[in-house]
C-alpha cells in the first residue's frame, strides 16, 4: 500500500512538472519582446507622451498576442 502511495505521488508530480515546464518555455516570444523594446524606445525620447507609447505597444501586442499594458 505504501509503495503504491508512493509511485502516485510520484507520478502526479512527475505529471505536474513537466506540464509547468512546458507552459513555462512555451510562454516567451521574441515578438512580445521586440514590442517592449519600441515601447522602451518610445519613452525614452525627450518629447514622450506615455499615453502614445503605451498605445503604439498595445497595436504591436495585439498583432503578435502579447500581453497588454493599461493605458
Known amino acids: 500500500m505504501r509503495i503504491t502511495r508512493h509511485k502516485t505521488l510520484f ?3 512527475f505529471v505536474f512538472a513537466t506540464a509547468f515546464a512546458s507552459t513555462a518555455s512555451a510562454s516567451f516570444d521574441w515578438r512580445c519582446d521586440s514590442c517592449m523594446g519600441t515601447y522602451d524606445y518610445c519613452v525614452s525620447q525627450p518629447d514622450a507622451s506615455i ?14 498576442n502579447c500581453p497588454y499594458m493599461p493605458i
Open 11 to 13: 507520478a502526479a508530480a
Open 51 to 64: 499615453d502614445a507609447c503605451v498605445t503604439e505597444y498595445n497595436i504591436c501586442a495585439g498583432r503578435y
